[in-house]
């Protein structure tokens, strides 16, 4: 499985932006897809993730401000980011697990500055 990342970039903080993860199979096999973040000097952490079946799990620091959606048609899965913080400064990574393996995509850096 390779998953593409995009869609990162330079935003002012309370702006949006749309990460996009294109994978090379069908994510419908996929059993959990999703989105981590690291930022410099920490560990990455997790962002948001949604099964196969639909259900989502984010991290509590973006609760109502991101949300993670599946296109199986387009094999695509997106991340929406609202009211953006400069602590969600970060290079984010796409995520796949089929099974017990898991897959990164490269990472995309989302940065978020005045």
């Known amino acids: 499985v390779q998953l593409q990342a995009s869609g990162g970039g330079l935003v002012q903080p309370g702006g949006s932006l749309r990460l996009s993860c294109a994978s090379s199979?069908?994510?419908?096999?996929?059993?959990?897809m999703g989105w981590y973040r690291q930022a410099p000097g920490k560990q990455r952490e997790l962002v948001a993730l949604?099964?196969?079946?639909?259900?989502?799990n984010y991290a509590e620091s973006v609760k109502g401000r991101f949300t993670i959606s599946r296109d199986n048609a387009k094999n695509t899965v997106y991340l929406q980011m609202n009211s953006l913080k400069p602590e969600d400064t970060a290079v984010y990574f796409c995520?796949?697990?089929?099974?017990?393996?898991?897959?990164w995509g490269q990472g995309t850096q989302v940065t978020v500055s005045s």
């Open positions: 949604v099964t196969s079946g639909g259900t989502t």
């Open positions: 995520y796949g697990r089929l099974t017990w393996q898991i897959y």
């Open positions: 199979r069908n994510i419908a096999s996929i059993d959990v």
